[in-house]
């Protein structure tokens, strides 16, 4: 579950040390920001949910992928 920002849940396809890549389809990601689940949310950092949902509202349905990286506290 992320509770960082209220994204969606991170799937990773690639691993190094504590650092996760990832990627999450556009469309899936619309869908995502425009859910109640998201809506309703309330993430340990708010003002990242804000930028996460102007970064969905900038994008296309037809849009390449977006690409997730993610550092893991050590």
Known sequence: MNDYDGGPDF??????NNELIGYVNAMDLMIHVNSAKFRSSTPKHPEKKKELEQLANSLNENDNPVLMLVKLKE
């Open 11 to 16: 799937e990773h396809v690639y691993q190094k």
